[in-house]
């Protein structure tokens, strides 16, 4: 009686979190400096920037209608403990043609010529236009996002304004059609979360706006689902692709987006434990660099609670720092 009472409670135990173990959803704060109501009835204006989690509604997904059956079938996943970074690869197939005669002359000019472009089509549509394009256009090659991954490809998508819009739904894994680095497979993309900037980061530098999206929404993630940094990678690391691009990849040391995302993060949590100094402006405190203010404050939290001996930056004081929010500057 006994044994078949356990049997049964933990059937009950299973059946429940089979159906509660969505992946949690990820908030970041919404920019008032742009106006949420406005951009959901008409889209966003491209003169509008810095706008955070434009939601998956302000785009135009009518289109390309979101395929559950598919997405259930292929690409649910039920947590998430990589963060992966991408770029558009906009106007990319010139540059690897250009590439594949191996003359610099002409690989510099098809990179020139797609700059060209990619800053051309940032200024005229706006990243509701472009999201909206990349989900539902272009189809001719059948290759279009929303019918082979059911959805767009990435859970957020980013500009060079700072513009940050909702994509795909966390509950399910990116798509790709990058193959397992010496194999024929795709590369399997369960319990990542994606990210991608729009442009080609082979041709164009990024921006310090369009750096800072991408690291803000990395570091909702890493904090929000503890992720360590040596899980924060790009595209390329994990599959056979030069995503998100040379210009991306090459960045390092305190310049790499995960060492930066990591700052980020510690920085996002000095300033909710009220370490910030006052006279700073939230804006200026959350760089992603290691300089002066975030020293200051990260001694001072440590100052104010002893047992936090970590090495100041360090993913074991984020760790210990998500794990224990009564640690509070006095
Ligand atoms: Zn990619």
């Known amino acids: 009686m006994r044994v078949s009472c356990i049997v049964l409670f933990l059937g009950a135990f299973v059946l429940s979190?089979?159906?509660?173990?969505?992946?949690?959803?990820?908030?970041?704060?919404?920019n008032p400096k742009c106006n949420q109501a406005q951009i959901d009835r008409k889209g966003l204006n491209s003169n509008q920037t810095g706008c955070t989690a434009i939601t998956r509604s302000a785009w135009d997904w009518k289109y390309a209608p979101i395929n559950r059956e598919l997405l259930e079938?292929?690409?649910k996943h039920h947590k998430i403990e990589?963060?992966?970074?991408?770029?558009?690869?906009?106007?990319?197939?010139?540059?690897?043609?250009?590439?594949?005669?191996?003359?610099?002359?002409?690989?510099?000019?098809?990179?020139?010529?797609?700059?060209?472009?990619?800053?051309?089509?940032?200024?005229?549509?706006?990243?509701?236009e472009q999201v909206t394009n990349i989900n539902g256009g272009n189809c001719a090659n059948g290759e279009c996002h929303f019918k082979k991954f059911g959805d767009i490809a990435y859970h957020y998508i980013v500009d060079q304004y700072g513009n940050i819009a909702e994509g795909r739904s966390l509950d399910y894994a990116p798509g790709t059609y990058t193959k397992s680095y010496g194999t024929n497979k795709i590369h399997d993309f369960k319990n990542h979360l994606a990210v991608m900037i729009l442009?080609?980061?082979?041709?164009?530098?990024?921006?310090?706006?369009?750096?800072?999206?991408?690291?803000?929404?990395?570091?909702?993630?890493?904090?929000?689902?503890?992720?360590?940094?040596?899980?924060?990678?790009?595209?390329?690391?994990?599959?056979?692709?030069?995503?998100?691009?040379?210009?991306?990849?090459?960045?390092?040391?305190?310049?790499?987006?995960?060492?930066?995302?990591?700052?980020?993060?510690?920085?996002?949590?000095?300033?909710?434990?009220?370490?910030?100094?006052?006279?700073?402006?939230?804006?200026v405190f959350l760089d992603g660099k290691y300089g002066t203010m975030t020293e200051t404050a990260l001694l001072r939290l440590q100052a104010d609670n002893p047992s936090l001996n970590y090495e100041i930056v360090s993913d074991q004081m984020l760790m210990s720092l998500l794990e224990n929010p009564q640690y509070r500057c006095k």
């Not at 969505?22 to 919404?30: N, Q, R």
């Open 17 to 30: 979190t089979g159906t509660v173990s969505a992946v949690e959803k990820l908030e970041l704060p919404i």
């Open 73 to 75: 079938a292929k690409f």
């Open 82 to 128: 990589y963060l992966t970074y991408h770029h558009q690869a906009l106007f990319g197939e010139s540059i690897e043609t250009a590439l594949k005669t191996g003359r610099q002359s002409e690989i510099n000019q098809a990179k020139k010529e797609v700059r060209r472009k990619a800053e051309l089509r940032l200024r005229a549509k706006g990243i509701r």
């Open 199 to 283: 442009g080609n980061f082979d041709a164009q530098e990024l921006t310090r706006e369009g750096k800072l999206a991408l690291i803000r929404v990395l570091s909702a993630g890493q904090r929000k689902y503890k992720i360590e940094t040596k899980n924060i990678q790009p595209h390329k690391h994990h599959a056979n692709s030069s995503c998100p691009g040379v210009n991306i990849l090459s960045l390092r040391g305190k310049n790499a987006i995960p060492e930066m995302t990591l700052l980020y993060s510690l920085q996002s949590e000095l300033i909710d434990r009220g370490c910030k100094p006052q006279a700073v402006s939230q804006h």
